[in-house]
């Protein structure tokens, strides 16, 4: 064995702890220097896909794992998909493991997130088919017009601006906070680029779902299905999930339904997953 194998996988080794490396090697252990900076970890998001966090900066978290597990499962067969205002590509990342065959565009504007994400790109080997632009979504030709997406994803800030603790960070602050657009922002761009059938899928929290309701009008959007969650059993509804598409590619007659599921259980009342949530981990090839 040589020298450079023995150090890849000794480094594999270390990042599968307690669970088996499901699939193929990991691409990005060939060749390169791949250990995290170090105020940087490397972090499991979906079966051998890893993901490049500060470690006091913006971190993964359930909503987004929902997002891309929500638009993935309701458009499992796209070939292109946006993402918008993509962070460091968590909700980008987990939506290309489940979408092999996908082409990804994402758009984030801080320099510091998009960093990251390319490293993490690189990492998991996406980097010919998964482009990162830097910009705020809003800008006009950033995404050309003629560009069209089967699926576009996005988990957006909740929060106008000073309605809230900010948090220690930057990268914190534009992830919580309305810095760059609001919902109304993310529906009227995912309308201007949705392919004919395609499926907008976002998340935002239920005591402000009239904002979505209002956004996805103005965009002329239909919300088509939505899902409640709940953080704890027994709990009321903090965030919702929703689904929707273009009104112009619906029939008339189907454009004002909205389908609403039954909610998605992320604990349990004594604080244990709940099983459907580790069924949802599992589904994106993440340890439940």
Same mark, same amino acid.
């Given at each position: ?92 990342? *987990? ?7 996908? !082409? ?23 980097? &010919? ?5 830097? %910009? ?9 017009? &003629? ?14 601006? %000073?309605?809230? *603790? ?16 609001? *919902? ?47 953080? !704890? ?33 992320? !604990? ?21």
């Amino acid at each position: 064995m040589s020298a450079a194998k023995a150090t890849n996988d000794n480094r594999r080794d270390a990042f599968f702890k307690g669970w088996a490396k499901p699939g193929l090697a990991v691409p990005g252990m060939t060749g390169g220097n791949y250990d995290p900076a170090e105020n940087e970890t490397l972090d499991a998001i979906s079966g051998h896909f890893r993901l490049y966090q500060l470690r006091n900066g913006h971190r993964f978290s359930t909503d987004d794992i929902l997002t891309a597990w929500y638009g993935t499962s309701w458009c499992p067969t796209a070939r292109t998909a946006l993402d918008l205002g993509s962070g460091i590509g968590s909700v980008g990342m *987990i939506a290309a493991w489940r979408l092999p065959g996908a !082409r990804f565009v994402t758009i984030e504007a801080q320099r510091e997130s998009v960093a990251l994400a390319k490293k993490s790109a690189r990492y998991n080997g996406l980097e &010919d088919r998964y482009e990162i632009r830097q %910009g705020d979504f809003r800008e006009s030709g950033l995404v050309q017009a &003629d560009e069209k997406f089967d699926l576009v994803l996005s988990s957006p800030p909740y929060f106008p601006l %000073g309605t809230g *603790i900010e948090g220690d960070h930057p990268q914190k602050v534009a992830c919580r906070f309305e810095l760059r657009g609001d *919902i109304a922002d993310y529906c009227a761009v995912a309308a201007c680029h949705l392919a004919p059938g395609g499926f907008f899928a976002c998340v935002f929290p239920t005591e402000q779902i009239e904002r979505v309701l209002t956004a996805a009008a103005k965009a002329e959007l239909s919300i088509v299905r939505r899902r409640p969650v709940v953080l !704890r059993e027994g709990d009321a509804p903090l965030l919702t999930l929703f689904g929707m598409v273009l009104s112009a590619h619906l029939p008339p007659v189907f454009r004002k339904q909205t389908w609403i599921e039954p909610a998605l259980m992320i !604990r349990q009342k004594n604080g244990h997953v709940h099983p459907e949530y580790s069924a949802v981990k599992l589904s994106i090839g993440f340890p439940p």
